[in-house]
């Protein structure tokens, strides 16, 4: 299958790396920084005379012809170079944020369908061995009735992490810590508790960072509409480095806990029905990657090849974007209005708070 990558910056290593484990056709490399395509051909030791190199995306697209496409730019760009891909009926892998706003997100929704192609919103985190072990827990409801959930994410990102992309921390091209840092878990809290969400009340602030537009720390009560609540804590203020990624679900039944850099071990496994041994869980369902983007990109590109391969959905759709960069709208929306915001949103953007902050 032939592949090709739109943006060659701090993520696009994984996606490379997923790429060449799952044996796809790596036809073409677009960025604008000619030093950053040059660096992952060394990295990964890609043919040349195989691996065209292009500044244009729409150059290559149209000249390489790619059957899966991964978009791995800034988040401002992604909306509309996915529509690009879409609309010449090519599959895509969409970094998160899929969009910056509910209405482009709502028009790759819309145009993939129309053309008949996947796209995936890049949410790794799903793929995590300990996070399918819990969402198998959930579709088996052994939770009994769930009461509520948390997600927390306790990262540090300093003046550095900003000066090397000028995008970074933008309202137009970025938005703040939750649309960035700590939307995967926040993903993953609102796709366990039941997705539909009913009504959000948050704070956001901007504490530690004066050189960037957006926040640095949000605080969300979610209301589902099963009746669950949700707690969302997300930050890049701790001191001196990344804490901690934790996913807790507490319902009638069970308990339990998912830690360590991208919730990637369990480390609290309480169930009534006893069927399995809780040591044995937290030893099987363990990883230790080496960062905080995980092991998942792999999988999930195991399984965009086969959605496209046998014409099904994808385990995570456009959809799921959308319902994740929702949820972090509402917490913006939230905190800008200092009322609860009701759901479903029908039109909302980052660049709705220019100025947030000022």
């Known amino acids: 299958m032939r592949y090709a990558l739109i943006g060659c910056g701090r993520i696009s290593p994984n996606h490379l790396a997923a790429a060449q484990a799952n044996k796809l056709e790596i036809v073409g490399l677009c960025d604008i920084d000619a030093a950053m395509l040059e660096d992952k051909i060394l990295k990964f030791k890609l043919d040349t005379a195989k691996v065209a190199q292009y500044h244009d995306y729409l150059l290559m697209l149209d000249e390489q012809k790619p059957k899966l496409v991964s978009i791995c730019t800034e988040s401002g760009k992604h909306a509309a170079i996915a529509l690009e891909c879409i609309r010449r009926g090519i599959n895509i892998i969409v970094e998160k944020p899929i969009a910056l706003s509910i209405e482009d ?8 369908r129309k053309h008949n192609v996947k796209v995936c919103a890049c949410h790794q985190n799903r793929f995590n061995k300990s996070v399918v072990k819990i969402r198998e827990a959930v579709d088996q409801r052994r939770f009994g009735r769930l009461f509520y959930g948390t997600a927390h994410i306790r990262w540090n990102r300093g003046h550095e992490y900003y000066d090397r992309a000028s995008w970074r921390g933008t309202w137009e091209q970025d938005g703040g810590a939750l649309m960035n840092q700590c939307i995967h878990n926040i993903d993953l809290l609102r796709w366990m508790m039941g997705n539909e969400v009913t009504e959000v009340f948050a704070y956001t602030d901007k504490l530690n960072h004066p050189y960037i537009e957006a926040e640095d720390l949000g605080i969300a009560l979610i209301r589902f509409a099963n009746g669950s609540y949700g707690i969302i804590e997300g930050t ?19 308990t339990v806990k998912a830690g360590g850099q991208s919730v990637n071990i369990i480390e609290e496994w309480r169930f009534a029905d006893m069927l399995d041994d809780a040591d044995e869980v937290k030893a099987t369902y363990h990883e230790n990657p080496p960062n ?18 046998t014409d099904r959905q994808p385990k995570v759709t456009a959809e799921d974007g959308k319902r994740a960069l929702e949820l972090v709208l509402a917490i913006y929306k939230s905190a800008a209005e200092g009322r609860p915001v009701k759901f479903p949103l029908t039109k909302c953007a980052t660049t709705d708070f220019n100025g947030r902050f000022s």
């Open 236 to 254: 890049t203020d701790i001191y001196p480095k990344n804490l901690e990624e934790t996913l807790y679900l507490f319902g009638e039944k069970g």
């Open 105 to 112: 997100a709502d028009a790759i929704i819309e145009e993939a």
């Open 292 to 309: 905080v983007y995980g092991f998942g990109h792999t999988p999930l590109f195991a399984d965009v090849i086969d959605a496209i391969r």
